[in-house]
């Protein structure tokens, strides 16, 4: 009478290769996700920082003029009347860029998940020509798995010329 069932070389064989493709399939999800992270990191520092340089490329281009930093100062401040005749500030607060108009609530620039530091503005115009205002400032994120690979930084630069 013949016996039914697996040796066990047919089992130790089953188990490893079933062990070796969860081993595979894991490592790729694990690479996915990570990706993705990193992809989400990425995309929500580009779109804040250029969503603020845009905002100010725009209230500057129209503004009526540049209050502070006069020409050849540099600041951490940037002061000018906008073309409704209202005092705008823009300014870092705590990690955020933020706009004042006319001593109202401030209205923050940049989305609160991103860390703004290093805000400096220079006004590189001439005295009673034009004003031509360099913004700069370094954006950075900090991801949710906390490794350093799904962190990410970069620097906005920009130079805008009023009319």
């Known amino acids: 009478m013949r016996q039914r069932g697996f040796t066990l070389i047919e089992l130790l064989l089953s188990v490893s290769l079933i062990s070796g493709i969860l081993a595979t ?25 250029a969503r603020a340089i845009d905002e100010l490329t725009n209230l500057l281009r129209s503004a009526q003029s540049i209050t502070m ?7 951490s401040t940037l002061t000018f009347v ?6 705008a500030v823009v300014s870092l607060v705590g990690t955020s860029l933020t706009l004042t108009l006319d001593n109202n609530p401030p209205i ?9 530091t290093g805000f400096s503005v220079a006004n590189q115009g001439t005295v009673g020509v034009s004003d031509s205002i ?3 400032f370094t954006a950075t994120k900090i991801g ?12 906005f630069e920009t130079i805008v010329t009023t009319r």
Do not use: C, H, M, Q
């Open 25 to 49: 399939t894991s490592i790729f999800y694990i690479a996915i996700v990570s990706s993705r992270e990193k992809s989400a990191v990425i995309t929500t520092v580009e779109e804040s920082g």
């Open 69 to 75: 930093p006069t020409p050849g100062i540099s600041t």
């Open 82 to 87: 906008t073309s409704t005749s209202s005092v």
């Open 108 to 116: 923050v620039l940049t989305n609160p998940d991103v860390i703004i």
């Open 134 to 136: 360099k913004i700069n």
């Open 144 to 155: 949710t798995s906390g490794r350093d690979e799904s962190n990410y930084t970069t620097i």
